[in-house]
């Protein structure tokens, strides 16, 4: 997806964003009142600078535009940044969130990114090249997400493990 210029106030020049940004997930949820159905919508969105740095936002809105808009901003807040070796992950990592159970391993240069559809998606706006995964367990992308998350939070580099080490 090709980054989005933002306007900087009426009539003023575009400002390039840092990040890309990715809607993963846009779903309209209803909460049943007294006086009838109150419907929403819920954005599940991707953000990251493809070097590294990426961020996962979830809000709900009035309408599409201002869920996504919430969902970018509080994604912006939460950015994880992962280390990278060679355009891959520095290990192997095993992480189960809820129902979903994830391995992520590194792969070698021209693997590509071999992942299902959440998966890949945080991989390329992480700017990962080469890595393999498998999803077992829910077909949720929420939680298939939030456990991609979990897995770059355990991951170190040779580095943080050998200052961890002395």
């Known amino acids: 997806m090709e980054r989005r210029p933002k306007r900087n106030g009426p009539g003023g020049e575009r400002q390039q964003s840092e990040f890309d940004q990715k809607v993963v997930e846009v ?11 109150r419907m929403r919508f819920r954005a599940l969105v991707v953000i990251g600078d493809r070097k590294g740095r990426v961020g996962m936002g979830l809000r709900k809105g009035r309408d599409v535009a201002e869920s996504v ?3 970018v901003n509080h ?3 939460n950015i994880l940044v992962i280390p990278l070796v060679d355009g891959t ?16 391993r590194p792969a070698k240069p ?12 945080v991989a390329e706006m992480a700017g990962i090249k080469n890595m393999m ?3 077992f367990g829910s077909s949720n992308k929420v939680n298939n997400i939030k456990a991609v998350f979990s897995g770059f939070r355990a991951m170190r580099s040779k580095e943080q493990l050998a200052q961890k080490r002395k």
């Open 69 to 71: 808009t919430k969902a």
């Open 75 to 77: 994604a912006k807040k």
């Open 110 to 121: 021209g693997t590509g990114v071999i992942a299902g559809g959440a998966v890949r998606q």
């Open 27 to 37: 779903s309209r949820v209803t909460r049943v009142t007294g006086g009838g159905k």
């Open 89 to 104: 992950i520095p290990h192997e990592t095993k992480v189960k969130y809820k129902a979903s159970i994830l391995v992520m």
């Open 133 to 135: 995964s498998k999803m």
